[in-house]
């Protein structure tokens, strides 16, 4: 039984933030992942969210934090941080396993730079059944569409000038294709379009 006073032993989702004006290194540690275990019990934690300026720069952290808490099966993180792990095969593998849902988005970049990026993305999260991410070109999610077969529900952020071309495209692909997609759109600065493959 836990000794500490400040034990969180019903928590199931759980935040990694470290405020900007902090004057210590952002990366997250190895000991980090010793501190948590101290106060919150691992074991529970399905969701995982790693926020900045908190940074991954070793896949042994992540990898010793999945071990802790093996039922984490939804994780937001920032695609920077995502590729960085792409070259840990063990990983890629708890990866595939575990993450069902997976929030990639950023406003500041698309969240996949390149097609290879993508491909790669696409065999590290084949059982992935909802993903949200930043997408500014439709050959990109074009390419999702086609290689994730477990995908259910895809939300895309987009600049608004972009969407059109989505329109087109997905318009022309319910003639030819059995899949329903179901859209939905906000008006913001940063247009989202919800696609479920039912």
Request: with cysteine; hydrophobic share 35%; aromatic share 12%.
């Amino acid at each position: 039984e836990n000794c500490y006073y400040y034990y969180f032993s019903q928590v199931t989702s759980l935040v990694l933030r470290q405020s900007k004006s902090s004057p210590i290194d952002h990366s997250l540690k190895l000991q980090h992942v010793k501190y948590l275990k101290m106060i919150v019990n691992l074991s529970n934690i399905t969701h995982l969210t790693i926020s900045p300026p908190f940074k991954l720069q070793k896949s042994s952290v992540l990898s010793e934090l999945l071990k802790e808490a093996p039922r984490i099966s939804s994780m937001n993180i920032d695609p920077d941080d995502l590729v960085l792990l792409f070259k840990d095969h063990k990983l890629c593998k708890d990866f595939n396993k575990m993450i069902k849902t997976l929030n990639v988005r950023t406003n500041r970049k698309n969240s996949f730079h390149n097609p290879y990026r993508a491909e790669q993305f696409c065999e590290i999260f084949s059982n992935i059944t909802q993903l949200t991410c930043t997408i500014n070109e439709r050959n990109c999610l074009e390419f999702l569409l086609g290689h994730l077969p477990k995908l259910s529900l895809i939300n895309i952020y987009s600049r608004p000038w972009i969407f059109q071309n989505y329109i087109s495209w997905l318009e022309y692909e319910l003639q030819k294709s059995n899949i329903k997609i179901i859209r939905e759109f906000s008006d913001t600065s940063y247009k989202n379009l919800s696609i479920w493959i039912v």
